[in-house]
Nanobody
Framework: QVQLVESGGGLVQAGGSLRLSCAAS????????MGWFRQAPGKEREFVSF????????YYSNSVKGRFTISRDNAKNTVSLQMNSLTPEDTAVYYC????????????WGQGTQVTVSS
């Protein structure tokens, strides 16, 4: 099993920045991809970004491309999401997730961290 714990959420004004972190523990060798998702009030959970654990390949949703940057530190088993130029539309609970090699769905999920952007 893999445990994921997010941190770094909070309240920020529009135009500001936040950095989220996700610490992975347990069978981290099974992780192939780490991703970030978010869920705003009254909306479905949506994909934000992912990074491959070994090669560091990244992908972003169109809504965050150019503003958010995902990175990983394999030595520390952490994945970070640097969020710049935040807008109120970025307000959501952000979840870290991990997927095993060959898996279709993300297998592991964190508890989430709240990000609130005020206008």
């Amino acid at each position: 099993q893999v445990q994921l714990v997010e941190s770094g959420g909070g309240l920020v004004q529009a135009g500001g920045s936040l950095r989220l972190s996700c610490a992975a523990s347990g069978r981290t060798s099974s992780i192939h991809v780490m991703g970030w998702f978010r869920q705003a009030p009254g909306k479905e959970r949506e994909f934000v970004s992912f990074i491959t654990w070994s090669g560091g390949n990244t992908y972003y949703s169109n809504s965050v491309k150019g503003r958010f940057t995902i990175s990983r530190d394999n030595a520390k088993n952490t994945v970070s999401l640097q969020m710049n130029s935040l807008t109120p539309e970025d307000t959501a609970v952000y979840y870290c997730a991990g997927k095993r090699d060959g898996a279709v769905r993300y297998d592991y999920w964190g508890q989430g961290t709240q990000v609130t952007v005020s206008s």
